[in-house]
């Protein structure tokens, strides 16, 4: 017998893309199969809920029937809520109350899991009685990551079917389990071929017999020990709302199960309506609309080799991140010694042949800094490529239409510019030139994505999109100490905002000597208007080029890990005041914090008015992923959005007096006014 539960919802995701919600319903020999269908992902929205709370209502009047199985259409079980409903009231029937009917059901119901089920699906899962996957089952909570915790007895069932220690790791660390662990752990009962997944489901849901509740179960005793253990493991430097998560998930353990779903749920109904949450989706959203801004409608072709010409610390470090993803490497250095860099690491040939590089189907141009070293590797490259092979520069400041104008073939390259380190920096930027092609797009949006990597589009200008906003960042924080403030008084005021570390403790970190040589061959072309703080300047004459030599912003006596303030810096520091003729005055963390947003927000307005930067929410991805900017604030652009109107005037004001030609952007707020171009920017991301 086959019938099946449609739902549209209005207003949902679902109906503005003119979509369905399907619950299928096939009945065999006393099993009825409920298989969700709601594409792409399986999610979790009201019309989903309501169709499946519809269909279990069905199957609950059906006489005769012994056993249920929830399954799923396509590659996924269920990737979770809706994380957009979490910004309106949750609407009925909310995903507990489908729980509850599957616990309620007088007969077992067994989960039939393929793909990911995360969240909200991994909470619908354990409210079944059996929970069967394929190889490609992938469960987890990611829900902390979102500022929440799991909101439909996750906590509850999970501590009670792998014990509190496990449950805290998984719900505490967010990290995705795949089958394997999920059955040694206990979260999965079996894990067969996927083609015999519904089949073993239906078996299994005929001869089962009886219900298993997990949430009137009580909690294994765990060993105090491991549950500190695996408390303080998740704890360190851990948002308030994952230590909350924690809490949760160790009192529930102890409580008779429906007084602990419902603490859960009280406590998720408070975190979902945070700043914190609500920003933290906002970059979920963010960063899915640069990736598909970076999409080509053209299919990508196949990639397997990625030649990397450069065997620097970046060369070596991306042919290192391009291996572990399975591609072929080749790395290209006419300096044999600089090769031995890469030489062990397997999955990447080292050579000193240009020729070899004709192997690849993507060249990546990681050779030094400067334009006629960059146009003569692109010139004696070209012609050793297929016709279809892509080169990229990841240049980081260079003009890549001037680079491309060497080439025969244009349409085959663009910027690609990864962060440091690029094996563990999210972000890229993919720069389109003025003659990139959609098929050089398409490669780059494949590989990125291969790469797992967050993409950016930016076009072409000084410092692209990230490194352009940063600059600006660092230039305000040296305004602040030449008005005043100490470097460390600098760090602990942005430390107070959520960065993990100050500018002047990452300056030192990432040695001082090269920005200096950059100053030093921009010195002819500089605005003689602009502001300039020559402070580190003084640093790097005197020695002081950071942590690698010892000194830097701050002293580090015998290798010290962290900098400590040194009377010595204060004296450069006086001096360099003196000699620009500013009196040093107190500054307070408030206009520390309140210039460094603005002179941000600034640099941000400037770009998406250029046509740099495509929209507002690219600059907070690009700032997040890429610099470490305090995710929880939601980024620069979203973080001064979010404070009253007199605030943002001030904060713009206070920036554009720092220095006029650098943030002239501004100078309305001078007048009281918000300049339109900010309004604009700040509008996009509220
Ligand atoms: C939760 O479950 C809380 C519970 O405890 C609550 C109980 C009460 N929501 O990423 P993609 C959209 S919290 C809304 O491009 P992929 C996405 O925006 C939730 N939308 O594909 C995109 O739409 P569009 C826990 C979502 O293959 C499209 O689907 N779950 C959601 O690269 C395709 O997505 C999570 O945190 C969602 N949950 O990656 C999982 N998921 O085409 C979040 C997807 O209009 N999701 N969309 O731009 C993911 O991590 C990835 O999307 C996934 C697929 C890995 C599933």
Not at 211 to 218: E, Q, S, T
Request: glycine share 8%.
């Amino acid at each position: 017998k086959r019938s099946r539960v449609t739902v549209r919802a209005h207003g949902s995701r679902i109906d503005r893309w003119a979509r369905v919600v399907i619950v299928e319903i096939e009945e065999t020999n006393g099993v009825a199969v409920l298989t969700i269908d709601n594409p792409p992902v399986n999610m979790g929205d009201t019309a989903m809920r309501t169709a499946l709370a519809e269909a279990l209502d069905k199957v609950a009047a059906q006489s005769g029937l012994v056993g249920v199985v929830l399954a799923s259409a396509g590659t996924h079980f269920y990737a979770g809520s809706d994380i957009s409903e979490f910004d309106r009231p949750m609407q009925a029937p909310q995903l507990p109350d489908v729980i509850a009917r599957i616990e309620n059901l007088g007969v077992p119901v067994v989960a039939a899991l393929t793909g990911l089920a995360l969240g909200g699906g991994l909470e619908l899962a354990l409210g079944c009685d059996l929970r069967i996957g394929d190889p490609t089952t992938i469960v987890g909570f990611p829900e902390v990551t979102l500022g929440i915790l799991p909101g439909a007895g996750g906590t509850v069932r999970t501590a009670r079917l792998v014990g509190v220690p496990s449950a805290i790791d998984l719900v505490g660390s967010a990290r995705r389990v795949k089958a394997d662990e999920a059955l040694s752990l206990g979260l999965l009962d079996e894990v067969v071929p996927a083609d015999v997944l519904l089949a073993r489901a239906v078996e299994r849901a005929a001869t089962l017999g009886a219900k298993n509740r997990l949430v009137d179960r009580p909690a294994p005793v765990s060993d105090e020990t491991a549950v500190e253990a695996a408390r303080a493991a998740v704890s360190k430097r851990a948002r308030p709302n994952v230590l909350a998560a924690v809490d949760v998930v160790c009192t529930g353990a102890s409580l008779e199960g429906r007084e602990a779903l419902r603490r859960e749920r009280a406590l998720f109904d408070e975190l979902r309506v945070t700043d914190e949450a609500a920003n933290l989706r906002y970059l979920f959203f963010a960063k899915r609309r640069a990736a598909k801004a970076v999409r080509s409608r053209t299919p990508a072709p196949q990639i397997s080799a990625i030649g990397v010409a450069g065997a620097g610390t970046m060369g070596a470090a991306l042919a290192g991140a391009f291996a572990a993803r399975g591609y072929e490497v080749i790395v290209f250095d006419s300096n044999r010694a600089a090769l031995d860099r890469v030489a062990d690491r397997s999955g990447i040939t080292p050579t000193d042949s240009i020729a070899d590089l004709g192997r690849a189907d993507l060249i990546v141009d990681a050779v030094f800094e400067d334009m006629d070293v960059k146009k003569s590797l692109l010139r004696e490259v070209e012609p050793h490529l297929d016709d279809t092979a892509v080169i990229v520069s990841n240049t980081s400041y260079l003009d890549l239409n001037e680079m491309a104008s060497v080439l025969t073939v244009p349409g085959r390259f663009a910027g690609l510019h990864f962060f440091n380190p690029p094996d563990r920096n999210p972000l890229v930027e993919i720069i389109r030139t003025s003659t990139t092609d959609e098929r050089t797009l398409a490669v780059l949006s494949a590989v990125v994505t291969r790469l797992g990597k967050t993409p950016i589009p930016a076009g072409i200008g000084d410092g692209f999109v990230a490194n352009r906003v940063y600059a600006d960042y660092r230039m305000q924080a040296e305004f602040l100490v030449e008005d005043g403030a100490s470097p460390a008084e600098v760090d602990a005021a942005l430390i107070e905002l959520g960065f993990a570390i100050g500018p002047f403790a990452v300056a030192d970190m990432s040695g001082l000597d090269i920005a200096w040589a950059r100053r030093k061959r921009l010195a002819d072309t500089r605005d003689p208007r602009q502001r300039y703080v020559d402070i580190a300047d003084r640093l790097c004459e005197a020695g002081r080029l950071g942590k690698k030599t010892g000194a830097g912003w701050y002293d580090y006596p015998d290798g010290a890990k962290r900098g400590v303030v040194d009377p010595r810096v204060d004296a450069i520091t006086e001096k360099a005041r003196a000699d620009a003729g500013v009196t040093a005055r107190p500054v307070t963390g408030d206009e520390i914090r309140d210039r460094v947003l603005a002179s941000m927000v600034c640099a941000a307005a400037g770009l998406v008015e250029a046509g740099v930067a495509q929209r507002a929410s690219d600059i907070d991805v690009a700032l997040t992923e890429g610099f470490a900017f305090p995710a929880r604030l939601g980024g620069p652009v979203r973080a001064l959005a979010q404070r009253d109107r007199a605030e943002v005037v001030s904060a713009l004001e206070a920036a554009y007096r720092s220095c006029p030609v650098s943030f002239a952007i501004a100078e309305p707020a001078a007048a009281g006014e918000i300049p339109d171009t900010i309004e604009k920017i700040l509008e996009a991301v509220r």
